[in-house]
């Protein structure tokens, strides 16, 4: 059963940068995995952020980037906010019988 | 553009519910719709997936052999069923429509509730 692992929890202080990852259990993520991350704060429904490794939609905020590091996809929050606090979930494409299979969720306090 | 997520259900262990995801204001045939689910106080886990145009479906394995997605084109609606409920099954049930890569729109979410 592939594995998708992703930090449980970082803290970063308003106006720093922080670096979540998400890393495969089958070997290096690459862009055919289709690197999906969302955002989801409590009691909201999940908002998606980045998608295809570091496309945005329109409503993703500039500090909010995707890109792959060290064989991982990686989410950079840059020049934190307050209202960034929230759990990061990233959802990667594999094809095959289970095609997606998507990471624990990190939880970025911002303190 | 939307999804909109059929309401609360409450449901005794053993049964099954049938969650409706209908879409509105784009071509239902040129998506796939995600289900991805939410127990109290635990993180997002992710179900399967729907090929809006052909009912292909993948499904996690979690939940292989126990969860049904099907489509109705007629009416641009998503339905997951999911069958020999358990307490475990209490959640948020959410429906997303991804195309290529690109998830962007999300369901409201909907309640399901096991409980004798």
């Known amino acids: 059963q592939t594995v998708v692992t992703q930090e449980p929890s970082l803290t970063v202080s308003p106006g720093g940068t922080v670096t979540l990852t998400c890393a495969s259990s089958t070997g290096a993520v690459t862009s055919g995995c289709w690197p999906i991350w969302f955002q989801q704060k409590p009691g909201q429904a999940p908002r998606s952020l980045i998608y295809r490794t570091s496309d945005k939609h329109s409503w993703t905020p500039a500090r909010f980037s995707g890109s792959l590091l060290g064989g991982k996809a990686a989410l950079t929050l840059s020049a934190v906010q307050p209202e960034d606090e929230a759990e990061y979930y990233c959802l990667l494409y594999y094809g095959g019988v289970q095609p997606w299979v998507l990471g624990g969720g990190t939880k970025v306090t911002v303190l | 553009v939307q999804l909109v997520q059929s309401g609360a259900e409450v449901k005794k262990p053993g049964a099954a519910v049938k969650v409706s995801c209908k879409a509105s204001?784009?071509?239902?045939?040129?998506?796939?719709v995600h289900w991805v689910r939410q127990a109290p106080g635990q993180g997002l886990e992710w179900m399967g997936i729907i090929n809006c145009n052909g009912g292909n479906v993948g499904y996690g394995q979690n939940f292989q052999g126990r969860v049904t997605m099907t489509r109705d084109t007629s009416t641009s609606t998503v339905y997951m069923e999911l069958s020999s409920l358990r307490s475990e099954d209490t959640a948020i049930y959410y429906c997303?429509?991804?195309?290529?890569?690109?998830?962007?729109?999300w369901g409201q979410g909907t309640t399901v509730t096991v409980s004798s």
């Open positions: 997303a429509r991804e195309n290529l890569g690109c998830v962007d729109v």
């Open positions: 204001g784009y071509t239902f045939t040129n998506y796939h």
